[in-house]
């Protein structure tokens, strides 16, 4: 059988549909989240000034505020152990979150107002339970946080 110019173009056009499907299906289908743990940092109050219209998260998003009426609370985390990987694995993560912190891009839950939630009995030093998915090289991408004692239960 000889293919044509044509014939190539059909199954080069067929090859990308596939591939476009299966990415599709992949981004549709749940993903396994893994657990790791953490370790609290740090706990802040902040008080924005009426100057400040936004603030960035800890992924580098810019959140909206109003400026001079918000008052928020956050806790700095450090994740210490990625138990549910393989160890040469386990250790790739960690320096990779390591190497996040040390560019000054430390980890943090928020929130606003008095009520911190489950959290109103963290202080430094607790440990908290990370829910998370691998995101290309040696990113994550937490999906939950919890105080550790609240995990256990």
Known sequence: ????????VIILCAVVAVAAVLALIGRLLPR?????????????????DKAQTSFTDDLGNQIRIHPGEETQW????????????????????????????AKGHLRFVWGTGGDRGPFSSVHSGDKLTVEYEQIGGNG???????PAQAAAQ
């Open 32 to 48: 396994k989240a893994s657990r790791a743990t953490a370790v609290v940092i740090k706990e802040e109050n902040l008080v924005f």
């Open 1 to 8: 059988m000889r293919l044509t110019g044509k014939g190539i």
């Open 74 to 101: 956050r806790i700095y985390y450090a994740i210490n152990d990625f138990p549910d990987v393989a160890q040469g694995r386990s250790e790739e993560l960690l320096e990779s979150e390591k190497d996040r912190a």
């Open 140 to 146: 994550i991408q937490v999906l939950s946080l919890e």
